[in-house]
């Protein structure tokens, strides 16, 4: 992609890997994907690098309304992995990097309750609850509840321990409906912690409570993530 180009359409119509910037409203009809989250939606987050080595940009947040077409409904800083962000199919688990590409956002959870006027599905977190990254178990890239024999602890996110991250969050499908072994499980949408991710997307908390109740399953919300420059 040309690094002039601005707009959001590019990365809806691109591969999940291609970057692209995504500082501009998106089409009045986007057109199929190659992330998760492929198809038609009324809602969509656009989290945009200004670089692929960047770990900050913004999120912003839109609304397709009518004959008004994409209205811009808030935005916020951003921060990204440690690593930077690399193509979502060429990326390798424990290089703290944030996948681009488009995916879909299939529930939400936290260790907080939903925030009030919440309506997306939202899954409280337990001190039960993991997010197993075990390559050789089974739940891998999946919310486990116990943690199940064949998941190591080492190599799971036990979410009752990050309690500013995980206060609120939403699940971004990265590498989630057909799981491949080594390309990285446990992508979110999250609340800021004290730096860069480890290959999320986070926002301020504020942000974040606002995102969780403008979201709405009806709506088919779909998160978009590049950079500025190709």
């Known amino acids: 992609m040309r690094p002039g180009l601005v707009l959001a359409a ?6 999940a890997h291609s970057p692209a910037r995504a ?12 992330g998760s989250g492929a198809g038609t939606g009324s809602q969509l987050i656009t989290a945009v690098a200004p ?6 940009g913004t999120v912003t947040w839109w609304e397709r309304r009518g004959g008004r077409g994409w209205v811009r409904v ?30 879909a956002l299939p529930f939400a959870f936290g260790i907080e309750p939903a925030p009030a006027g919440t309506a997306y ?11 197993c990254q075990d390559n050789a178990s089974r739940s891998y890239n999946r919310w486990v509840e116990p943690l199940p024999a064949d998941c190591r602890a080492s190599e799971a996110e036990h979410l009752v321990a990050y309690r500013a991250q ?3 969050a939403l699940v971004i499908a990265y590498n989630h409906r057909r799981p491949v ?17 480890a290959g999320c997307v986070s926002v301020p908390e504020e942000a974040m409570e606002r995102i969780l109740r403008w979201v709405r399953p009806a709506a088919r919300p779909r998160i978009s993530i590049g950079w500025a420059g190709a």
């Open 10 to 15: 590019a990365l809806l119509l691109l591969p």
């Open 23 to 34: 500082d501009a409203p998106p089409p009045p009809a986007p057109g199929p994907g190659a």
């Open 51 to 56: 670089s692929a080595r960047a770990t900050s």
């Open 74 to 103: 808030g935005s916020a800083p951003a921060r990204f992995g440690a690593g930077g962000l690399v193509p979502g199919d060429r990326r390798r688990q424990g290089t703290s990097t944030t996948p681009t590409g488009v995916y």
């Open 121 to 131: 599905p939202y899954r409280r977190v337990t001190e039960a609850s993991w997010w």
């Open 166 to 168: 995980y206060a609120h």
């Open 181 to 197: 072994r080594g390309r990285g499980a446990g992508i979110f949408l999250h609340v800021h912690g004290k730096g860069a991710t």
